[in-house]
C-alpha cells in the first residue's frame, strides 16, 4: 500500500471517528415542563394567582403565508376570562395568547367602529410588544399598514432577511377598538438561516405563474407579500396573479412557488366563476389562525 493511500485512509477513517463523537456528544432537545410553562405564563401575566384547566400539548405552526414552522407547544387555558397560552415546549417562548373574551362580538365584516381609533390601538400594541418581545426595539422589525379584520386592528411587525426575503419572525397584535385591549398576540423568534439556493427573480417567477395558470391577457400581479424564508432556509415566492385565459375567462389566483426552482406548490383561486387549469395544484396546508391575507385586485 502506498504512503498517499495510507493517508487517504486515515483521513477518512479521522472524518467517521469525529462524527461519531459528535453524534455522542449531541444533547437532544430537552421539553420544559409543565409547572415552568406555567410560571412562564405568570410572568408573562404579572399575575402569580392565574388558575388553570388541564394542560395540553398541541403542534402550533407560526409560519407566515403557508410557509409551515410547527412547534410543539404547551397550551394552557384559563376559564374565566376565558384566554389561552401557547408555550414553545423547548424554548419557553409564548409563541400565541388568545385574549377570547376580549373579542368584539360583530360580524365577521362590520366596518371599523370606536371610541378608540386606529391610531390609539397601534399605540397599545407597540407598548404591548414591547413590554413582552424582549429586544423588540433592536430586533429590525418592519411594521405593514394596519388592517382592520374581525372587529379588530392587526398591527404586524416583520423581520426580513439579509437577502431581503420575510422570514418568519414577527410579532402579530390585534386590539379592540370598544375597549383597546389586546385580543391576541402572537410572536416568533427563530434563528435567521443562509439561504438555499439563489431565488429567481420576481419577474421570472410571475411569468411562470401566468403559464400555470393559462393567463393569456390582462395579465398584472400583486407581488405582496414576495419572497419568502422557512426556518431550514428554503425560499418560496407568494403573490397574487390576476388576468384572462385565452377562453377569456376571468382568473385571480395567490401563488406558492419554489422560488429556487420554480416549482407550483400551491394555487388558491378566487370565486369568480372559473375552474383550476389543467395541471390540478396540490392541497395547501392551511395555517390555524386568523387569516392575514384579503382578495387581491
Known amino acids: 500500500m502506498t504512503a498517499l493511500k495510507t ?15 459528535v453524534m455522542a456528544n449531541r444533547q437532544p432537545l430537552v ?39 410547527p412547534k410543539q407547544c404547551y397550551v394552557l387555558q384559563r376559564k374565566t376570562p376565558e384566554t389561552q397560552w401557547y408555550i414553545d415546549m423547548y424554548s419557553g417562548d409564548v409563541v400565541l395568547v388568545l385574549y377570547r373574551s376580549r373579542f368584539a362580538n360583530v360580524n365577521d365584516y362590520a366596518p371599523p367602529f370606536g371610541p378608540h381609533s386606529k391610531e390609539e390601538c397601534q399605540a397599545k400594541a407597540l407598548a404591548f410588544a414591547r413590554s413582552q418581545y424582549p429586544g423588540f426595539d433592536t430586533a429590525g422589525f418592519n411594521l405593514r399598514p394596519p388592517e382592520w379584520l374581525f372587529g379588530a386592528w392587526d398591527f404586524l411587525w416583520e423581520k426580513r432577511a439579509p437577502n431581503g426575503a420575510m422570514t418568519n419572525n414577527e410579532v402579530y397584535i390585534s386590539v379592540n377598538p370598544r375597549t383597546c385591549q389586546v385580543v391576541r398576540y402572537e410572536a416568533n423568534r427563530d434563528a435567521i438561516p443562509t439561504p438555499r439556493g439563489r431565488p429567481m427573480s420576481q419577474a421570472e417567477a410571475a411569468d411562470i405563474a401566468f403559464r400555470y395558470c393559462e393567463i393569456a391577457a390582462n395579465n398584472r400581479v400583486d407581488p405582496s407579500p414576495g419572497l ?3 426556518s431550514n ?6 403573490f397574487a396573479v390576476d388576468g384572462l385565459r385565452a377562453s377569456g375567462e376571468h382568473v385571480n389566483a395567490m401563488i406558492m412557488m419554489n ?19 389543467s395541471l ?3 392541497v395547501a396546508v392551511p ?11
Do not use: C, H
Open 228 to 230: 419568502l424564508i422557512d
Open 7 to 21: 493517508v487517504a485512509i486515515l483521513l477518512v477513517l479521522g472524518a467517521v471517528a469525529l462524527a461519531l463523537v
Open 280 to 282: 390540478p395544484p396540490p
Open 31 to 69: 421539553p420544559i415542563t409543565e409547572m415552568q410553562a406555567e410560571a412562564i405564563v405568570r410572568s408573562f401575566e404579572r399575575d402569580s394567582s392565574i388558575a388553570w384547566l388541564p394542560v395540553s400539548v398541541e403542534e402550533w405552526d407560526s409560519g407566515q403565508y403557508l410557509v409551515p414552522n
Open 287 to 297: 395555517r390555524p389562525q386568523i387569516p392575514r391575507e384579503r382578495p387581491r385586485f
Open 259 to 277: 422560488a429556487v426552482s420554480g416549482k407550483v406548490l400551491e394555487a388558491s383561486y378566487a370565486d369568480l366563476g372559473g375552474a383550476p387549469p
Open 233 to 238: 432556509g428554503r425560499m418560496f415566492y407568494r
